[in-house]
């Protein structure tokens, strides 16, 4: 290296480049030191990391759930039901009946209804609401059993 090409790349000038000075035999001899990126390196590398156990992570678990998701409601002066829910449907076991109901629209919450509407269930959070032949029980869902 020539000495005319000399540099000054000491910690008390700027650390991302180094600026020339005047020629000086020590300095031309002297490696330019590159500034520390391993943070960066170490950043980028911890992101791709996080993103690659990620995506394993969800492939591992199927999207779609096979059991229906059973939940116990107790209904106020009314009976004690098991309600079943798949997909858009819900099945509801209560006093050694069975009733099966199909998803209708509602503008919140979820109603569900049987074909010929003599038995309606509506659910919003852990409150429901069962209709039976016009007579109406108001529900709750039971805390999960340990």
């Known amino acids: 290296m020539h000495p005319e090409n000399a540099?000054?790349?000491?910690?008390?000038?700027?650390?991302?480049?180094?600026?020339?000075t005047q020629p000086d035999a020590r300095a031309a001899m002297m490696p330019r030191s590159r500034p520390?990126?391993?943070g960066a390196r170490v950043r980028t590398g911890i992101i791709i990391l996080s993103g690659a156990l990620l995506a394993a992570g969800c492939s591992a678990f199927p999207l779609t759930v096979d059991a229906p998701r059973e939940v116990p409601y107790i209904c106020a002066y009314g009976p004690e039901l098991i309600a079943s829910f798949e997909d858009d449907r819900v099945e509801l076991?209560?006093?050694?009946?069975?009733?099966?109901?199909?998803?209708?629209?509602?503008?919140?919450g979820e109603r569900y209804a049987s074909p010929g509407g003599d038995v309606a269930f509506?659910?919003?959070?852990?409150?429901a609401?069962?209709?039976?032949a016009g007579v109406f029980w108001s529900c709750r869902a039971l805390p999960p059993r340990r």
């Not at 509506?122 to 409150?127: C, K, L, M, S, V």
């Open 7 to 20: 540099t000054d790349c000491t910690p008390a000038r700027s650390t991302r480049f180094c600026v020339p």
């Open 36 to 38: 520390a990126r391993t």
């Open 93 to 108: 076991a209560f006093n050694g009946a069975r009733a099966r109901l199909q998803a209708t629209e509602v503008a919140y």
């Open 122 to 127: 509506w659910t919003r959070g852990d409150a």
């Open 129 to 132: 609401m069962l209709e039976m």
